[in-house]
């Protein structure tokens, strides 16, 4: 399974964009979707996940407010919302997913995650 994220490019300080990402599979519908993030010489970091049946999401605390995760299982889509950009957020997105419903403290661990996108790049710059 390919995820393909979607949707990055250059934005101005407080700004907003959105991210999208295909989920193409059934076994993902009710699964958990996640946001992680690499800023050059930077860590992988996690933003957001999203399990399909609670609807409930669970965001890195530092980015709770600004970011928002949804997803449109009709569509086998997920999203990412970020507003009020700022330069800080330059980096490559990338999307995952598990068929698995990953409990909140795993959510966060890249590694619970087996199929993931290619990553967009997102440069907050003015």
């Known amino acids: 399974v390919q995820l393909q994220a979607s949707g990055g490019g250059l934005a101005q300080p407080g700004s907003s964009l959105r991210l999208s990402c295909a989920t193409p599979g059934r076994a993902l519908s009710s699964g958990t979707v996640a946001w992680f993030r690499q800023a050059p010489g930077r860590e992988r970091e996690f933003i957001a996940a999203l399990r399909s049946t609670s609807g409930t999401p669970t965001y890195a605390n530092s980015l709770k407010g600004r970011f928002s995760v949804s997803r449109d299982n009709t569509k086998k889509t997920a999203f990412l919302q970020m507003n009020n950009l700022e330069p800080e957020d330059t980096a490559v997105y990338y999307c995952?997913?598990?068929?698995?419903?990953?409990?909140?403290?795993?959510?966060?661990?890249?590694?619970?995650?087996?199929?993931w996108g290619q990553g967009t790049l997102v440069t907050v710059s003015s």
């Open positions: 995952a997913a598990t068929g698995r419903r990953l409990i909140v403290s795993s959510s966060g661990t890249a590694t619970e995650y087996d199929y």
